[in-house]
């Protein structure tokens, strides 16, 4: 499955039984797993309690940013 991540071309596997994955499992294979992050799927705002809904599809864009500190 290719996907464009924070603007880079990515091809991920898919899933064994060949079903579409949920933007919890992308997120996890991604390494943002437990990661404070927000996450805008074809720059729409997915909100973290729909991350295990939200199916992922072939071509997706997904940003993914982290809150960063600063003054």
Known sequence: MR???NG???QLNGLPDGS???LDQVLADLGYA???VAV???EI???RTGW???VVEEGDR???VAPIQGG
Do not use: C, W, Y
Request: glycine fraction near 8%; aromatic fraction near 4%.
């Open 3 to 5: 996907l464009s991540i």
């Open 8 to 10: 880079e071309l990515t």
């Open 20 to 22: 579409k994955p949920h």
């Open 34 to 36: 437990g990661r404070k």
């Open 40 to 42: 805008a799927v074809n």
């Open 45 to 47: 705002f997915v909100p």
């Open 52 to 54: 295990g809904d939200h």
């Open 62 to 64: 997904l940003d993914v």
